[in-house]
Nanobody
């Protein structure tokens, strides 16, 4: 079975940091681009970041550029999102997904394949 399991979500103060992980199994992780997508309370889905397969080229939404860093460890089939200088606006459920938008920041649901269950990030004082 294909499985994507996010972890690392927590309650943090504004200005704090958090590192999310996504453990993948059941498909060839190293052959797929990977992405992070989030849903804030009352809002729709927002694409956050993507990373390509071999060359590990990265892409970011303007709202997180300079604060978040996406990375991957193909040997461990694990995707990461390092989040620094967190803001209250970053509060959301964060999902990892296989695939990536071909022309970011424009994106659609069809750009992605497998999805995880999500992990809650809450930024509050």
């Amino acid at each position: 079975e294909v499985n994507l399991v996010e972890s690392g979500g927590d309650l943090v103060q504004p200005g704090g940091s958090l590192r999310l992980s996504c453990a993948a199994s059941g498909f060839t992780f190293a052959n797929d681009d990977m992405s992070w997508v989030r849903r804030a309370p009352g809002d729709g889905l927002e694409w956050v970041s993507s990373i390509t397969t071999g060359d590990k080229k990265t892409y970011y939404a303007d709202s997180v550029k300079g604060r978040f860093t996406i990375s991957r460890d193909n040997a461990k089939s694990t995707l990461y999102l390092q989040m620094n200088s967190l803001k209250t606006e970053d509060t959301a459920v964060y999902y990892c997904a296989s695939g990536a938008p071909p022309a970011p920041p424009l994106w659609s649901r069809a750009d992605f394949g497998f999805w995880g269950q999500g992990t809650q990030v809450t930024v509050s004082s």
